[in-house]
């Protein structure tokens, strides 16, 4: 895991939610995340798009599962 996708990841999860004290771990989900809906999905992926100079295609989003797969697309396509 790249620290430096994790800490910038966990700032977007924690801006979306509105929640500065969330701790950003793999298995983070919908699941765990009552907030995670589908517009937070939509949310996620744009910010996540933006804030690190990536482009999800549609199969890429319907896998995102968890904030652990978020993390293993980055490693896949951010530099």
């Keep these: 895991m790249n620290p430096a996708h994790h800490f910038r990841l966990q700032a977007i999860f924690r801006e979306i939610f509105d929640q500065p004290a969330l701790a950003l771990t793999p298995e983070l989900s919908p699941a765990t995340l009552p907030e995670w809906d589908s517009v937070a999905m939509v949310q996620l992926v744009l910010a996540t798009e933006q804030a690190f100079g990536v ?10 599962k968890s904030a652990g797969d978020f993390l293993t697309l980055l490693a896949a396509k951010a530099p």
């Design 55 to 64: 482009r999800f295609t549609m199969d890429e989003v319907a896998g995102l």
